[in-house]
T-cell receptor, first 114, second 112 residues
Framework: ETGVTQTPRHLVMGMTNKKSLKCEQH?????MYWYKQSAKKPLELMFV???????ENNSVPSRFSPECPNSSHLFLHLHTLQPEDSALYLC?????????????FGSGTRLTVV | GENVEQHPSTLSVQEGDSAVIKCTYS??????FPWYKQELGKRPQLIID?????GEKKDQRIAVTLNKTAKHFSLHITETQPEDSAVYFC???????????FGKGTRLSVIA
């Protein structure tokens, strides 16, 4: 483990389900990120949180809802997803959002929407 | 905003040969350029990075070069080994509160 833990590792959900992805970092970092990784867009930024405040929402559909209760935890709440949302969702953290230095990625959650 | 183009998308080399992956960026204000390696089924991991005040950086068999005038940077892997097989991503950042922008990745296969 690199200090960024994501759960669950795999998730299969129906289009009407509601589920949440969890990310936790033990590195003392202040910035956390959600990325979507798919064959079409290998590393697509979704959300950025810096000191618990959302600083970027990269035009993500509202069926994805992030939550950052503190600098160590990041959630991605999912509801009424579409099959095209199936992908690997990666969480990352860095010391601060300034300069985007030294991202540490989690192992990801492999999401399949059926 | 920043746009990062990465080439080639796939690369096959014989073990022991060198591999070069190139990236171009659009924003001349970009000042930080990391490279990540993602092995099959694993997370991306930072392998080397360079800042705009440096033209070249080496770490054992890997090196990165930066040409600010042409707005491109490259990853060089010498004496490739089968364990170098992975997807490599370049990225760029202009700093401030702007996060990294990644290229689309290069799948490197080292043939034994």
């Amino acid at each position: 483990e690199t200090g960024v833990t994501q759960t669950p590792r795999h998730l299969v959900m129906g289009m009407t389900n509601k589920k949440s992805l969890k990310c936790e970092q033990h590195l003392g970092h202040n910035a956390m990120y959600w990325y979507k990784q798919s064959a079409k867009k290998p590393l697509e930024l979704m959300f950025v949180y810096n000191f618990k405040e959302q600083t970027e929402n990269n035009s993500v559909p509202s069926r994805f809802s992030p939550e950052c209760p503190n600098s160590s935890h990041l959630f991605l709440h999912l509801h009424t997803l579409q099959p095209e949302d199936s992908a690997l969702y990666l969480c990352a953290s860095s010391q601060e959002a300034l300069q985007g230095v030294g991202y540490t990625f989690g192992s990801g959650t492999r999401l399949t929407v059926v | 905003g920043e746009n990062v183009e990465q080439h080639p998308s796939t690369l096959s080399v014989q073990e022991g040969d060198s591999a070069v992956i190139k990236c171009t960026y659009s924003d001349s204000a970009s000042n930080y350029f990391p490279w990540y390696k993602q092995e099959l089924g694993k997370r991306p991991q930072l392998i080397i990075d360079i800042r705009s005040n440096v033209g070249e950086k080496k770490d054992q068999r890997i090196a990165v070069t930066l040409n600010k005038t042409a707005k491109h940077f490259s990853l060089h892997i010498t004496e490739t080994q089968p364990e170098d097989s992975a997807v490599y991503f370049c990225a760029a950042s202009i700093g401030g509160n702007t996060p990294l922008v990644f290229g689309k990745g290069t799948r490197l296969s080292v043939i034994a």
